[in-house]
């Protein structure tokens, strides 16, 4: 029996050693689990915001491409058939096409607002000959048919500036744009003949800083 009681210290001691490498391992292994889990968790979001981050890139330089190319254009500006139109009616006929554009598009209007004659424009300092508006808009569409709007601008007979184009995907869905656009119409007070005499007459004397440049 003496014998015995000489092992159960040592015994004693290696349960309790294997014991505590027991609960070790049943609160430590979970935990490293769920480290491991984070870490890779952690990675992937990396790997998903670097890839939204090009996306957003690639999306911003056709962006700029396709709206440089509406900028660099040359156009006539539009002018009413009629004489003595109010601004609501000068603005209408743009604004109309406009709305047109978008809808055709399948692109959705969040808020629309516009602005007469802003200031800083060179039509605007012009004085009465010339009509400016601008069309500050919040629209939800793809990249595709946010392009097709803008070759539209671009396609469009008469000039259309624009002003400013703020693009974010939709956080839920990374397809879905949320834009903020801004157009800038122009339109002249008198009507369309009389539009054409003037060019004609201001060409023929070759007045000095006549031609007005579309501004960019």
Same mark, same amino acid.
């Given at each position: 029996?003496?014998?015995?009681?000489?092992?159960?210290?040592?015994?004693?001691?290696?349960?309790?050693?294997?014991?505590?490498?027991?609960?070790?391992?049943?609160?430590?292994?979970?935990?490293?689990?769920n480290l491991?889990?984070?870490?890779?968790?952690?990675?992937?979001?990396?790997?998903?915001?670097?890839?939204?981050?090009n996306a957003?890139?690639?999306?911003?330089?056709?962006?700029?491409?396709?709206?440089?190319?509406?900028?660099?254009?040359?156009?006539?500006? =539009?002018?009413?058939?009629?004489?003595?139109?109010?601004?609501?009616?000068?603005?209408?006929?743009?604004?109309?096409?406009?709305?047109?554009?978008?809808?055709?598009?399948?692109?959705?209007?969040?808020?629309?607002?516009?602005?007469?004659? *802003?200031?800083?424009?060179?039509?605007?300092?012009?004085g009465s000959? =010339?009509?400016?508006?601008?069309?500050?808009?919040?629209?939800?569409?793809?990249?595709?048919?946010?392009?097709?709007?803008?070759?539209?601008?671009?396609?469009?007979? =008469?000039?259309?500036?624009?002003?400013?184009?703020?693009?974010?995907?939709? *956080?839920?869905?990374?397809?879905?744009?949320?834009?903020?656009?801004?157009?800038?119409? =122009?339109?002249?007070?008198? *009507?369309?003949?009389?539009?054409?005499?003037?060019?004609?007459?201001?060409?023929?004397?070759?007045?000095?800083?006549?031609?007005?440049?579309?501004?960019?």
């Amino acid at each position: 029996m003496d014998k015995y009681k000489r092992y159960m210290g040592v015994i004693a001691f290696v349960a309790a050693v294997a014991l505590l490498i027991f609960i070790c391992v049943s609160v430590i292994s979970p935990k490293i689990q769920n480290l491991n889990d984070t870490k890779l968790s952690v990675e992937d979001l990396q790997q998903n915001l670097e890839a939204k981050r090009n996306a957003k890139i690639n999306i911003q330089k056709k962006l700029k491409k396709l709206k440089q190319s509406v900028m660099s254009s040359q156009k006539k500006i =539009y002018a009413p058939m009629e004489d003595k139109l109010g601004n609501d009616t000068l603005f209408f006929t743009l604004y109309s096409d406009v709305i047109e554009m978008v809808h055709n598009n399948t692109i959705k209007i969040k808020s629309i607002d516009y602005q007469y004659n *802003p200031e800083g424009d060179i039509f605007v300092a012009q004085g009465s000959e =010339y009509f400016v508006c601008d069309v500050n808009m919040e629209i939800v569409s793809n990249y595709t048919n946010l392009g097709k709007l803008i070759q539209d601008i671009y396609q469009y007979p =008469y000039y259309i500036r624009i002003n400013n184009i703020e693009v974010l995907p939709y *956080p839920k869905d990374k397809k879905i744009l949320l834009s903020k656009i801004s157009l800038r119409l =122009y339109s002249r007070t008198s *009507p369309e003949a009389e539009a054409i005499a003037e060019d004609r007459e201001q060409s023929s004397n070759q007045i000095e800083g006549a031609d007005v440049p579309l501004p960019q």
